[in-house]
């Protein structure tokens, strides 16, 4: 099964909760703990976008507060690594609502035509600048890649209206 990156909208009392119990925290992972809505399954975008994000020309500041949005700030609760062996070393970490609002406004600030703009047409191109995994989108890879920038700026950006945390892991 292929690793992928999860994110999911919670409240800072959530994340409060999720920080005591390992339990708490397991039921967010498993997608019960919070609406469905509230969850994003990036899936190996994340592995695309940091490399096209830079071809787009954002400054390194940008760059960094872009790669916080995937990377998270520290781990939630490290005992639930010891619960749950299948996330191979992955921890499940965290922003805070004002961290979220950091990530909200860098990823607003670079528009899905943008980071179409960037995809090279040659595969060779396209491997040495976005990765090899790039590779393997099957259908227009600018115009799929400036989709999943809008579909993580738009839930970042929800994330930050309603105040909210994000909890990021690879599942």
């Not at 409060?16 to 190996?44: I, M």
């Not at 396209?126 to 259908?139: F, K, M, N, P, R």
Request: aromatic share 6%; glycine share 6%; proline share 5%.
């Amino acid at each position: 099964m292929a690793v992928t990156q999860q994110l999911a909208r919670i409240s800072a009392a959530h994340l409060a909760a999720c920080r005591q119990s390992t339990e708490t925290l397991g039921e967010l992972c498993a997608f019960t703990a919070v609406p469905k809505r509230d969850y994003c399954d990036l899936n190996w975008w994340p592995a695309t976008l940091k490399p096209a994000w830079k071809l787009t020309g954002a400054d390194d500041q940008t760059l960094a507060l872009l790669r916080r949005g995937f990377d998270g700030d520290e781990e939630v609760n490290p005992a639930y690594r010891d619960v749950l062996s299948s996330i191979d070393g992955h921890p499940v970490t965290a922003l805070e609502p004002r961290h979220v609002a950091a990530v909200a406004e860098a990823l607003h600030g670079i528009t899905p035509e943008a980071v179409r703009a960037v995809v090279p047409s040659d595969p060779e191109q396209i491997e040495a600048e976005l990765g090899s995994i790039a590779l393997d989108v099957i259908g227009d890879l600018a115009e799929i890649l400036g989709e999943q920038h809008a579909i993580l700026r738009d839930f970042y950006a929800e994330a930050a209206s309603r105040e909210l945390a994000v909890a990021l892991w690879w599942d």
